[in-house]
């Protein structure tokens, strides 16, 4: 079964960027959905960003639209989002999620593999 790690969270001004990457293990990985989800103090986990299991298809939320960029790359079993412009509303754990088709991936109930997280920090 894929296994997922995010890194590359961390501590950054409003405005500034950070790019997250999710390594994932596995020889299924290129056959997975892959998402992006977050969740921030008080809140429920909501979705980011989706890529189908080639990178030709993309979904955001409109929170992040303009700002923020998936893309994966299947020969490094790799995925990442890039942030740009942060907000301080942005701060939440940011959560790399993968499933077996691109619709199930949009939805935090019907998501199969979850990393473990990795904290974004917005300040102002």
């Known amino acids: 079964q894929v296994q997922l790690i995010e890194s590359g969270g961390g501590l950054v001004q409003a405005g500034g960027s950070l790019r997250l990457s999710c390594a994932a293990s596995?020889?299924?990985?290129?056959?997975?959905?892959m998402g992006w989800f977050r969740q921030a103090p008080g809140k429920e986990r909501e979705f980011v960003a989706v890529?189908?299991?080639?990178?030709?298809?993309?979904s955001y939320a409109d929170s992040v639209k303009g700002r923020f960029t998936i893309s994966r790359d299947n020969v490094k079993n790799r995925v990442y989002l890039q942030m740009n412009s942060l907000k301080p509303e942005d701060t939440a754990v940011y959560y790399c999620a993968g499933s077996t088709t691109y619709y199930r991936a949009k939805s935090v109930r019907m998501i199969d593999v979850w990393g473990q997280g990795t904290q974004v920090t917005v300040s102002s």
């Open positions: 890529v189908n299991s080639n990178g030709a298809i993309k």
């Open positions: 596995g020889p299924t990985f290129s056959n997975y959905a």
